[in-house]
Structure formats: structure tokens, C-alpha cells
């Protein structure tokens, strides 16, 4: 069956640091994945989307890496700040259904 | 400006009662969806429209019942609500049913 696996244990970081996150995904060939972040009480916001084809993908200090060999994407954020605290959601797209599956998501805690 | 809008933000309600969220979007998007998030925080699609026709009816109680009056709105409707319906629902939109997805604030649901 179609999982995603995301940390589900929460990574906590200091400010500055880099902050990686991982999501694998099995018995699924996105034509292409997107990274959300969520806020407590509120909905997911997007942050990036990657297709198959391209490895890696910038925004700012944002990075998202793509590699379908290994059926896994890391996110990837640099300089991190206590405002970058939040979960971190992937969704690879589900071409067949037309429709995201997001994963658990990894909370990030990043400590003054 | 809102661009994807949800009512109410909170519901609690009895068990055995109906109830109705609605949802309003004005980025001129033509999809719209319907997603649970439930206590363990998995976020799951439950409908889709394209153009006011339901695209996406994932394995969900025929209780729920979705209808979009028009391209902009998607209103959820539930009947003899469960304890088990609690949750956080969320609305979604985005263009061509394939990209970006913008997510309302969320309708907190509890039953009781």
C-alpha cells in the first residue's frame, strides 16, 4: 500500500543551525512533491514544489532536494529561526487520483 | 482579503445531530477539496470538485455530503453526527486540480 513517512518525533535545532527534514514514500511515482508548513490552529500554507525531474529547488532559505531513486525529498532549512517553528508537511502528488497525500508531518522546535 | 474562507470556526455539537460547513474561495480557483485532520494530526482528502463536479469521493460515510453551488463555494453537510466525526476540517483550493493548494483556517468539530 501507498505510505509516507515522515519523523514523526519532533527535531529541535538552535537558531542558526541548518534543519533538515525527511520524507520517504513507497508505492507511489509523483510526478511531482510539495512541502506545506502548519501553524497550530490553523490550515497548511505552501512553501515549495518540486517535480521528478528537477533534484534540487531554492526559495530564500528554503531547500528541497527530489530524488525518486530513493523515493525520498529533504527539506531543508538554513539559518533557522525560532519563527521557522512549526510542523512541516510533504505531499507528493498521486497522479493516478489527482489529488496531494500528505504525510504526518515532523514538528520543528528551533531554540533561541 | 480572505482567500479561502471557512464557517464556522468552531462547532460543537450532540451526537445524532446535522450540521453544515461552508467554504468560499475568490482566487478564481476551479477546484476545491475537503480534507479531515484528525487528533493524530493526518491530514486526508476526503472530496474534490472541478468546475462544480465532485472529481475525488475517497472512502468516506455517505453522512457526508459535499455540494458546490458554484466554482467558488464548497459546502460540507453532515448527517447523525458520530463521536468519531470530531476533527478539524479543512477547505482547500487550487487551479487546475494539480498545483498549489490554499487551505481555509480549519472548522474545529466536536461531538458529544
Known amino acids: 500500500s501507498q505510505k509516507i513517512e515522515q519523523n514523526s518525533e519532533a527535531l529541535n535545532i538552535q537558531e542558526g543551525k541548518t534543519a533538515t527534514l525527511t520524507c520517504n514514500y513507497t508505492n507511489y511515482s509523483p510526478a511531482y512533491l510539495q512541502w506545506y508548513r502548519q501553524d497550530p490552529g490553523r490550515g497548511p500554507v505552501f512553501l515549495l514544489l518540486?517535480?521528478?525531474?528537477?533534484k534540487e529547488k531554492r526559495k530564500e532559505r528554503l531547500k528541497v532536494t527530489f530524488d525518486t531513486t530513493l523515493k525520498q525529498s529533504l527539506f531543508h532549512i538554513t539559518a533557522s529561526q525560532p519563527a521557522d517553528s512549526a510542523t512541516y508537511l510533504c505531499?507528493?502528488?498521486?497522479?493516478?487520483?489527482?489529488?496531494?497525500?500528505f504525510g504526518s508531518g515532523t514538528r520543528l522546535q528551533v531554540q533561541p | 482579503d480572505t482567500a479561502v474562507s471557512q464557517t464556522p470556526k468552531y462547532l460543537v455539537t450532540q451526537m445524532g445531530n446535522d450540521k453544515s460547513i461552508k467554504c468560499e474561495q475568490n482566487?478564481?480557483?476551479?477546484?476545491m477539496y475537503w480534507y479531515k485532520q484528525d487528533s493524530k494530526k493526518f491530514l486526508k482528502i476526503m472530496f474534490s470538485?472541478?468546475?462544480?463536479?465532485?472529481?475525488i469521493n475517497e472512502t468516506v460515510p455517505n453522512r457526508f455530503s459535499p455540494k458546490s453551488p458554484d466554482k467558488a463555494h464548497l459546502n460540507l453537510h453532515i448527517n447523525s453526527l458520530e463521536l468519531g466525526d470530531s476533527a478539524v476540517y479543512f477547505c482547500?483550493?487550487?487551479?487546475?486540480?494539480?498545483?498549489?493548494?490554499?487551505f481555509g483556517p480549519g472548522t474545529r468539530l466536536l461531538v458529544l
Open positions: 505531499a507528493p502528488m498521486d497522479t493516478g487520483r489527482r489529488a496531494l497525500t
Open positions: 482547500a483550493s487550487s487551479q487546475d486540480g494539480r498545483e498549489t493548494q490554499y
Open positions: 518540486i517535480r521528478e525531474n528537477e
Open positions: 482566487l478564481g480557483h476551479d477546484t
Open positions: 470538485y472541478n468546475n462544480k463536479e465532485l472529481i
